[in-house]
Every structure is written in C-alpha cells, then in structure tokens.
C-alpha cells in the first residue's frame, strides 16, 4: 500500500433507483481503491434487471489515476453491451484534466448531476 493510501475516507456505494443506479466515487481512486469500483460497476453494468442507466457521480472524487479510468473504460465497455448507458456526473479537473490528456473525454457522456443522481439515496425516477 502507497503511503497516500490512508489520506482519507475512499468508498464506493451503490444506490439502486427504479430508472438509475448511481455509483458515488468518494476520496481517490487509484490502484490501492479500485476493487470496490470494479466491483460496484460489474454490478450496475451487468446485473440481469438492473437498471438501464447507469450514473457514476464523481462529486467527491479526490484523484484518479489510470487504475480508475480503466476501470470506467471497462465499465463504459461493459453497459454498452449489456445495452445500457453510463454517464459521468460532477467530474472535477484533475479527472478531466485525465480524461482530456488520454482522450478518454471523447468517450464518455458527462453531465451535472441532477435529481436523482447524488449517491445519498436520493435516486429516484425523473418525471
């Protein structure tokens, strides 16, 4: 483990909503953190009955490296499949700076977050 490891609270959470599951990214996400992203986006990529959108909020992300950008490009790879749509929501700079620099930002969908999308349990159907 880096010693950057334990420079706070990193977490990943899954809330299911009936039209979204939301993935809230919280502290860094790199290669010492990733498993719970991995994991959490196989879930929400590919789980049978899952929901069809799949929003990634990035609100309290502190840094990503390639380890949780792969992890992203795996899960945009995995709901295209599965016939779902991923958008990154409330990415900060040093993401998009990330995401511009590999070109990665030509691939995703990003947006704000809007109703629904906060991890907090909030999720609910858009009217």
Not at 45 to 69: K, M, N, W
Request: charge should be negative; hydrophobic fraction near 45%; include cysteine.
């Amino acid at each position: 483990m880096s010693p950057l490891a334990d420079r706070g609270p990193h977490r990943v959470t899954v809330v299911t909503g009936v039209d979204r599951s939301v993935v809230t990214v919280t502290g860094d996400m790199d290669l010492d953190h990733v498993d719970a992203l991995n994991s959490a986006l196989l879930g929400a990529c590919a789980d049978p009955g899952a929901p069809q959108r799949v929003v990634v909020d990035l609100t309290r992300l502190a840094f990503c490296d390639s380890a949780g950008l792969n992890a992203l490009l795996r899960a945009r790879a995995l709901c295209e499949s599965n016939g779902r749509s991923l958008i990154l929501v409330g990415p900060g700079p040093q993401f998009m700076r990330l995401l511009s620099i590999t070109g990665a930002d030509l691939l995703f969908n990003l947006g704000v977050p809007g109703p629904g999308d906060a991890g907090d349990g909030t999720a609910r159907a858009t009217p």
